[in-house]
């Protein structure tokens, strides 16, 4: 038998242990509740890694419900610039993730179908821990924000918003006789390796509504975020607009959307937008009469009351 000081001595030991696990305990949910905090305080992470050696540019700022914003192509985040510090004084928190191959984001060597972008997406919205956000996507960022809802049954999302989006299809079919015919983009993807600066200046003269319609500054401005773009990632992003059809996509979306497009618009023509809502059970359609591609910059007052009225019901 143990002596009596032996059976104290275990004892002390037992009560150390328990003490010590559960300090240990303690310490695990302050790191957890210290974790939370980085991800939604002052300072944010501005890159988050979706893949072994592939981060992406984040701008993330403002508190409140969460909009999360796609781009278009070939630009960045940066082309929110003038919607952010509205959504943000008006309590949202904005998400804006820039694509890869484009902008700060890395520009690697592979696939830049829509299916990578919608997971690219889940991924960040997986770790900020994103909860009932308003996805909105420009252009082809609107053409993968649908991909992503259809993909990913709308997680982390509760409503979806799409600006000037190159959906259901950029490209003619012999069912599908709007927009742009195949050949166009088959010759912009040739430019794009002969003169890429012309291709975006080209770009460029057609994003608006008249060539007068955005100032020499503001082109200027766009055409800097486009030429930041990989060479590579403009070319391949082009083949998944020209060859990618989401009709079917269309069908699979239930949660409430917003369609704003231009009436002018020579890069997604408005037929377009009324093909997205004939294929959206719950959608909205606002036309901007004044407007081409670049509505949120053409109207961009119009352009952001609607999002914040749509983000706020």
Sequence with gaps: MLNLTEKQQNKSYAFACQVFLQQQKFI??????????KKTGLTREEFIKVEPKVYLHITDAGKGKPIVLIHGWPLSDEMYEYQYNDLINNRFRVIGITLRGFGQSSKPYGLYDYDVHARDIRKVLDHLDIKKAV???FSMGGSIAIRYVSLYKAAHISKLA?????????????DFPYNLE???VDALIALNYKDRPKLLSDFTKIFSATPTSLNKGIGSWLNGICISASSY????CLIALRDTDLRKDLAKIKIPTLILH????????F??????KAGISDSQLIPFENSGHSLFLEETEKFNAALIKFAGK
């Design 182 to 184: 195949k050949s166009a």
């Design 271 to 276: 037929d377009l937008a009324e093909q997205m």
């Design 233 to 236: 990632a403009t070319a391949k």
């Design 135 to 137: 996805l909105g996507g």
């Design 162 to 174: 799409l600006f000037g989006a190159a959906a259901p299809i950029w490209t003619q079919r012999k």
């Design 28 to 37: 695990l949910k302050t790191m957890k509740k210290s974790a939370v905090k």
């Design 262 to 269: 231009g009436k002018q618009d020579k890069i997604c023509s």
